[in-house]
């Protein structure tokens, strides 16, 4: 027996906000519901759901849905304190304790680079010189001139990605003479 659309859509009940929720096989929480308000809307009730990303590289980005018709949509378990069971072994215990040093290092060292290790590029020590500049910068403008083959779409790459990956940049502007826009 198969169930229709509209059925589907009756039964699904929206998250709250605060909640958190798995869509598109990622976690986020749910900041803003805007339910439907005519009186026709009603009966298929829709609700545009604003989501805002708990995972890692993706922390802090919005995703709308409209979460009636979002597939795979899923309100995950409210968090609970875990049952405690005995000690975890030293090394795991060690190995969670470097996972969280290593995340939570982007935000506070300015020394601690993460886009030469998720570069998939050969790159040269003095293609790293521009990164910790524009780190220590609070408004990244930077100049990048060098030689013809010497890597300045290497060093703007990573300026990108680390800005990116510390969360200090949405969108980027890439400014060039008309003369080269083609290469």
Known sequence: MTAT?????????????????????????????????????RAAAQNLVTLSS????ALGEELQVVWELEPGAAILERASMPELSGFD??????????????????QADT????????SG??????????LPRAIQMPR???????????????????VVQEML???????ILVVCPSSIQIQ
């Open 111 to 118: 020394s601690a680079l993460q886009a030469p290790f998720r």
């Open 121 to 130: 590029v050969e790159i040269e020590d003095y293609q790293l010189d521009p």
């Open 140 to 158: 990244v403008n930077l100049l990048i001139a060098d030689e013809v083959g010497l890597g300045k779409t290497i060093e703007a790459g990573l």
């Open 54 to 57: 708990v995972e890692g590289d």
């Open 165 to 171: 990956l510390r969360h200090r940049a949405r969108s």
């Open 89 to 106: 072994r030293p090394a795991r215990l060690d190995a969670f304790l470097n996972a969280v040093r290593w995340g939570a290092i982007s």
């Open 5 to 41: 659309l509209q059925e589907i859509v009756e039964t699904r009940q929206p998250p709250a906000p605060g909640q958190l929720v798995s869509v598109r096989n990622r976690r986020f929480v749910v900041t803003v519901i805007a339910g439907s308000s005519t009186h026709k809307e």
